[in-house]
Nanobody
Framework: QVHMVESGGGLVQAGGSLRLSCAAS????????MGWFRQAPGKEREFVAT????????YYADSVKGRFTISRDNAKNTVYLHMNSLKPEDTAVYYC?????????????????WGQGTQVTVSS
């Protein structure tokens, strides 16, 4: 049974920063790519960032490129999302997910396990 727990969400002013963490257990963490997605009220879940199993490859949605950084620590079975220059439109529930493969994946269909989500609210 794979278990994933996100943390680090909260309320921040526009222009501020947050770091999300996602701790995974129940699976060989370093075998699989990881990703972050988000869902705003009334909107579909959207891709944010992904990182390959080794951490060497990353890929970002255009809306966060240059502001967000995804990283992972395979020794701690944890993936991070560093978010800088936050905007009100970044407000959403953020989910981490474990991919079915080791390479970077932007489609939600490529992900097998999901966390419960953490709320990020950016005030203007």
């Amino acid at each position: 049974q794979v278990h994933m727990v996100e943390s680090g969400g909260g309320l921040v002013q526009a222009g501020g920063s947050l770091r999300l963490s996602c701790a995974a257990s129940g699976r060989t963490f370093s075998t699989y790519a990881m990703g972050w997605f988000r869902q705003a009220p009334g909107k579909e879940r959207e891709f944010v960032a992904t990182i390959s199993r080794s951490g060497a490859g990353t890929y970002y949605a255009d809306s966060v490129k240059g502001r967000f950084t995804i990283s992972r620590d395979n020794a701690k079975n944890t993936v991070y999302l560093h978010m800088n220059s936050l905007k009100p439109e970044d407000t959403a529930v953020y989910y981490c997910a474990t991919a079915r493969y080791g390479t970077i994946q932007a489609s939600a269909y490529a992900y097998e396990y999901w966390g419960q989500g953490t709320q990020v609210t950016v005030s203007s």
